[in-house]
Nanobody, 124 residues
Framework: VQLQASGGGLVQPGDSLRLSCAAS????????IGWFRQAPGKGRIFVAG????????RYSDSVKGRFTISRDNAKNTVDLQMSSLKPEDTAVYYC??????????????????WGRGTQVTVSS
């Protein structure tokens, strides 16, 4: 499955932004989808993940209450709605697919497919 993240940009603290992960070549339905981010000089860390249903979402503590992950199986997309953005949210954001649809892993190595990232910069 090929993934493509989009929707990044430059925003001010407190603003909102919506990222989208689109898939081609295969339906996303069997996959757990995760969003990760990587700041300069740092490792790739888990932000949010979702299994087959929107009720299965999982978030890192740093974004809980501010970010919402959702999937639209008809459109074959998984979105990440980001609100109340902070400068520390600045990073390249990646979406990834894990063939294990029974758990939402926070470990990047568990994800088999990765898309190109999209840059999110939060700055005044």
């Amino acid at each position: 499955v090929q993934l493509q993240a989009s929707g990044g940009g430059l925003v001010q603290p407190g603003d909102s932004l919506r990222l989208s992960c689109a898939a081609s070549g295969r339906t996303l339905i069997p996959y757990t989808i995760g969003w990760f981010r990587q700041a300069p000089g740092k490792g790739r860390i888990f932000v949010a993940g979702i299994r087959q249903t929107n009720s299965s979402a999982r978030y890192s503590d740093s974004v809980k209450g501010r970010f919402t992950i959702s999937r639209d199986n008809a459109k074959n997309t998984v979105d990440l709605q980001m609100s109340s953005l902070k400068p520390e949210d600045t990073a390249v954001y990646y979406c990834a697919a894990d063939g294990n649809r029974f758990i939402t892993s926070s470990v990047p190595q568990h994800y088999n497919y990765w898309g190109r990232g999209t840059q999110v910069t939060v700055s005044s």
